[in-house]
């Protein structure tokens, strides 16, 4: 069925009631919308503009103190 001109007027018609009728929920949810994208922006400039890690060094990152001591005393505990 092709669009005719009539039918396009048509639902432009219904899309300016449905967006200027009072407040509405589809009136609301472009202000959300509109707000959400506000508050992307600073969201977005921090996470591109943020430094990088440092690496962790040369054998990867470091142990976390008494690790090995720990896990030596699990060994002990599970084997008796």
Known sequence: MPITSVALAGLS????????????????????????ALLALPATATLLLRRPAPPAGRH??????GTEEAINNQVRQITG
């Open 13 to 36: 018609q219904k899309l300016v009631t449905l967006i200027s009728t009072g407040p509405g929920g589809f009136h609301w949810a472009l202000w959300v919308c509109g707000a959400i």
């Open 60 to 65: 990867g990152p470091a142990p976390a103190p």
